[in-house]
């Protein structure tokens, strides 16, 4: 072992003596790569699959869409915090070396070539594409005059009724901009007194963000609006019109002491929200510059905040071509199939899923098990039994026309006892969570919002039932939210389980979250804040010491994020104590893989594709005895810290042997995936060296368990 591996691990004395550890070698203080530079690079992955020309025409446009949305989101709430940070004085740095304002200024350049970069794909590959399978996205100029003619009678009839066209003149402030919102600059001329004036036209968001004039043929609702621009303002010359959008900080914050009546002052927060200071201006590279002075004082923003970009702005709009019923231009549809292990024990329609639970622990992986026929029906059924004396439930986010919440009131309705601990912190579903909480009581239900200063995010499910001989609790414990919806897009994890132990784990968390227990004592769970860092560090170093030892060692983590510094420290002392190191995130990576002397062990990959890989898995190889964990906490800051969290530990060897054969599969040289190299840079692999396309491991995923069931 090298000296440097030694430091990393305890070093013995004399035979028989106790071992005694040696003081950890310091590590490098630039091991860090930087947060949000990550994030932008996962964006980048994004886009990427835009560009793949492998993808179907329409399944790239999607892609283009969610870049879109998911930049949206990322201005408004950490570009925000970057700005309030450095608005405040608070400039620390980060754990990768950069300040606040070093870090925007790195955004600020690399989200432009980003921008960049997908307007160039739009309008020269995905646009032309499209056309070529007969979906057009036109300018105004383009249309026909019949189609022009019918774009019209729209434009009167759905348009025209809705715009509101605001002047600014001494008279008339400049107005209020929402946030994302679609707006026209327009300049227009007095012929009398030949004075230009500026107003303002919102296009209006809930209408199509392309219209359809003809069969597929669309055209952007801006174009309509600036054509008709004469019908708002009579009499008047226009000059010019200029399209722009604005992004603000939509980040919300509620202060403890408000939580004695946290409904109302969330409440007052999300009001606030709506006028919350902006942090982006795009606006199209054609645009006048005087017009762009005007709005740049307006906004109060500065020049590094304003993106010059081809038209047309925001594509998220581009969920509405991926909408058109072509389905040989998207990805072959894939319909989930009820869990083979809950499929053994049916009843005349469905699984009975209490039935199964009582005999064996079921391992859900969804969407490639279907969430419907196995968790959604666990709580239907739940709701039905007679037997059935009380429900608990987390609910982080969920559906508008929840068959979750449903099952609750029907719970209720029927007096059984039922908790529900509604989060309606959960960031932008604030509100639909609050309308879900006051729904929920008004059915009886028993509502309570979790614990001051944390948000609850762990994914719990606990039904009491009087089973005749003793009463039983058959718990869920899952990795995704109890989002119907979602759960056909996001691939998660999700454990049915009676075992008294886990049982009693959920019983003493749900009276931590609902009364004043101050219990952290449980049996097969890690819960954070008390136990979820402390207890895969102390892993980590178990394994440090097998391989010391030379027993089999190992350690294997699949999550969203990866940004916390005393996990990622001991990741790396674990590398450099000859640990292998397998890491498999979607989004944020702190972590630098294959610096020599720190990180050799250490690989990184990613998958992106049709489905959101959303699970959290963490396995240790300990000695032989391999052990897993799943649940809802991401190794970040916020969940380890400032989150309940929950990770539920596997006991079944089988459904170990899964989880660890699905990480074989995704860092399998011949499966396709991205690698993380140690500058922070991600390449994607997709042909081997012969030139031939790799696998693809959801489509791979989808073929083999529908014929094998849940392991590759």
């Known amino acids: 072992m090298t000296p ?18 040696t003081a950890p070698e310091p590590l490098p203080a630039d091991r860090f790569l930087d947060r949000e530079l990550s994030w932008l690079a996962f964006n980048q992955r994004v886009l990427e699959l835009a560009d793949d020309d492998d993808l179907p025409i329409l399944d790239r446009a999607k892609f283009l869409a969610i870049f879109a949305s998911n930049l949206d989101e990322f201005f408004m709430v950490r570009v925000a915090g970057l700005k309030r940070r450095i608005a405040t004085g608070i400039a620390v740095r980060a754990a990768s070396g950069y300040t606040p304002r070093e870090v925007l200024e790195n955004i600020w350049e690399r989200t432009y070539e980003l921008q960049r970069e997908q307007a160039r794909l739009f309008n020269d590959v995905v646009m032309p594409d499209l056309e070529a399978q007969g979906i057009e996205l036109l300018r105004w100029d ?13 434009f009167d009839a759905k348009v025209f009724p809705v715009l509101t066209p605001l002047a600014v003149d001494p008279s008339h402030p400049f107005p209020y901009i929402s946030g994302l919102s679609l707006n026209l600059a327009v300049v227009v001329r007095n012929p009398v007194t030949g004075t230009e004036l500026f107003a303002r036209v919102k296009v209006p968001p809930l209408l199509p963000r392309f219209a359809e ?26 000059q010019q019109t200029h399209n722009f959008r604005v992004t603000r900080n939509e980040d919300v914050e509620v202060e403890e002491d408000d ?14 929200r709506r006028f919350g200071p902006p942090v982006r201006l795009e606006v199209e590279e054609s645009i006048d510059p005087h017009v762009l002075e005007l709005l740049i004082d307006e906004l109060g923003v500065n020049e590094s905040e304003v993106f010059r970009l081809p038209g047309p702005l925001d594509l998220t709009g581009l969920w509405t071509l991926y909408a058109l019923d072509r389905d040989k231009l998207k990805q072959r549809k894939f319909v989930p199939k009820t869990s083979r292990q809950l499929a053994e024990v049916e009843t005349a329609s469905a699984p009975d899923v209490l039935a199964v639970i009582r005999e064996r622990d079921v391992l859900l992986h969804h969407p490639y098990d279907s969430f419907s026929t196995s968790v959604q029906l666990f709580l239907e059924q739940a709701a039905r039994d007679p037997q059935v004396l009380a429900i608990k439930q987390t609910l982080y986010r969920t559906s508008g026309d929840s068959p979750i919440v449903d099952a609750l009131i029907n719970a209720a309705q029927a007096g059984k006892q039922v908790l529900a601990l509604v989060e309606i912190k959960a960031r932008f579903d604030e ?97 954070a804040p008390h136990s979820v860092r402390t207890g895969l560090v102390e892993r980590i170093e178990r394994e440090i010491e097998n391989a010391a030892q030379g027993l089999p060692a190992g350690v294997r983590f699949k999550c969203n994020s990866i940004v916390d510094e005393g996990i990622i420290d001991a990741l790396y002392r674990a590398s450099m104590a000859g640990v292998p190191v397998d890491i498999w995130v979607r989004g944020i990576c702190a972590v630098q893989p294959g610096v020599p ?38 190794l970040m800051h916020r969940n380890l810290d400032r989150r309940v969290e929950t990770l539920v530990r596997l006991v079944d060897p ?59």
Not at 142 to 154: C, G, Q
Not at 677 to 694: F, I, K, P, Q, Y
């Open 4 to 21: 440097t591996a030694q430091a990393a691990v305890a070093s013995t004395t004399a035979e028989g003596d106790a071992p005694e550890k």
């Open 142 to 154: 383009e249309l026909t005059p019949a189609e022009k003619a019918e774009t019209e009678l729209f």
């Open 213 to 238: 004039v003809g069969p597929a043929r669309f055209v952007p609702l801006e174009d309509i609006i600036a054509a008709h621009l004469h019908t708002l303002f009579p009499g008047m010359e226009i």
């Open 259 to 272: 939580a004695e009546n946290l409904l109302k002052a969330l409440e007052r927060e999300l009001m606030r």
């Open 431 to 527: 509100q639909n969570n609050i309308e879900w909480a006051r729904k929920l009581e008004e059915a009886g239900v028993h509502v309570v919002y979790g614990l001051v200063g944390l948000k609850t995010h762990s994914k719990l499910s606990m039904v009491v039932r009087d089973d005749g001989d003793q009463l039983r609790r058959y718990c869920h414990i899952g990795t995704g939210n109890y989002h119907p919806k979602t759960a056909r897009l996001y691939e998660d994890l999700g454990l049915l389980t009676c075992d008294p132990a886990v049982g009693e784990d959920v019983s003493n968390l749900f009276n931590v979250l609902s009364g004043y227990s101050m219990n952290t004592d449980y049996s097969r769970f890690l819960v």
């Open 597 to 634: 002397g720190l990180s050799e062990n250490i690989r990184v990959i990613s998958v992106l594709g049709r489905f959101l890989e959303h699970s959290r898995v963490y396995t240790f190889e300990n000695g032989g005895n391999q052990e897993a964990w799943i649940g809802s906490a991401d």
């Open 654 to 712: 089988e459904q170990i042997a899964d989880l660890q054969s699905l990480f074989s599969f995704a860092f399998d040289p011949e499966t396709s995936a991205w690698d993380l190299g140690s500058d922070g840079t991600w390449t994607r692999r997709l042909v081997d060296a012969e030139g031939n396309h790799l696998r693809d491991y959801q489509e791979s995923l989808i073929e083999i368990k529908r014929k094998h069931g849940f392991a590759p």
